[in-house]
């Protein structure tokens, strides 16, 4: 990179992290302070498209080319799919690791579903009256986020794609090398989601083991592992798309585990079930850092 190019990247980053936090603090302030859910939604949504403004602004207006972001649909068909059916499979599995290390954890009683109705109605009630079970739901929620969600999704989180993977990863990579570049890249992501996770419990809720610090570097964590993944994506296929579908993809499937758990076991969300926990993420960071290994042995 020239010197200006390297300004600008200085650049972005004030950009992409300053005006997403002005958007997540508003956002939570909203929620907090007025109990304004839909507001906050819609600062998060904001906060998904600053890394693109960002991209935009030092490409365009600053340096005046072209963004250098692949938004041509093209890539074998087998990373397509990856993209689509992978956050569902690493979910799965996280799920299933998470339960062989605490099977007392596992709850089929649908207290979970209970206490997010309010509490209003028992098991029995919500089974008898609305049809919801532990069983309905996973499935019925489940065949959403797998076959529709990422086609919706993918629009928000293009806004982060073209940022991070789009921009950001190639100019890591080429300083810092592949596996420092992702390291530092899955760093950077997982720091740039820090407020809402400080003040409104983002991922991990504000009570629970080890809480905040651990929740802080167990996301880096995930972060990593998450940013290598649709990094290869980007690199294997050139289009943007293709990570954006998989980001879409595991923000609608990844909460899903959590119903198989009870209200009080949300207290060591930062361990699992959810494939954000330090120990369900472990299948996504070991094919993570295989692939990341093995391209490195490669390029030698």
Request: a positive charge; hydrophobic letters at 55%; aromatic letters at 14%.
């Amino acid at each position: 990179m020239s010197a200006k190019e390297k300004q600008g990247f200085s650049i972005y980053f004030l950009i992409a992290f300053g005006l997403a936090w002005l958007c997540q603090v508003g956002g939570c302030m909203a929620l907090l302070q007025q109990k304004n859910a839909v507001l906050y939604q819609l600062a998060l949504i904001g906060t998904m498209f600053c890394p693109l403004l960002a991209v935009l602004l030092v490409q365009k207006v600053f340096l005046r080319q072209p963004v250098g972001i692949g938004w041509k649909v093209q890539g074998k068909r087998r990373f397509w799919l990856a993209a689509w059916f992978g956050p569902a499979v690493f979910t799965l599995l996280g799920a299933v690791l998470y339960f062989a290390v605490f099977p007392s954890r596992l709850d089929f009683s649908c207290s979970w579903l209970v206490a997010a109705y309010g509490g209003e109605m028992d098991a029995q009630t919500l089974r008898s009256e609305l049809g919801v079970s532990t069983l309905s739901y996973l499935l019925q929620n489940g065949l959403f986020a797998v076959i529709l969600a990422p086609a919706i999704n993918m629009f928000p989180a293009l806004g982060e794609e073209a940022g991070w993977r789009g921009y950001m990863m190639p100019r890591l990579k080429e300083r810092f090398g592949l596996l420092n570049g992702r390291l530092l890249g899955g760093v950077v992501w997982g720091v740039w989601h820090w407020p809402l996770m400080l003040l409104v419990g983002y991922e991990y809720g504000t009570n629970y083991l080890g809480a905040p610090v651990l929740g802080l570097v167990v996301w880096c964590v995930v972060c990593f592992a998450l940013n290598t993944l649709l990094d290869f994506l980007y690199e294997k296929t050139g289009c943007i798309w293709v990570p954006a579908i998989a980001h879409g993809a595991f923000n609608a499937i990844a909460a899903l585990p959590q119903v198989l758990i009870t209200p009080a076991d949300a207290y060591y969300n930062v361990l699992g079930p959810m494939p954000i926990g330090l120990i369900s993420v472990l299948p996504m960071l070991a094919v993570a850092v295989g692939l990341t290994l093995h391209q490195m042995k490669q390029e030698q």
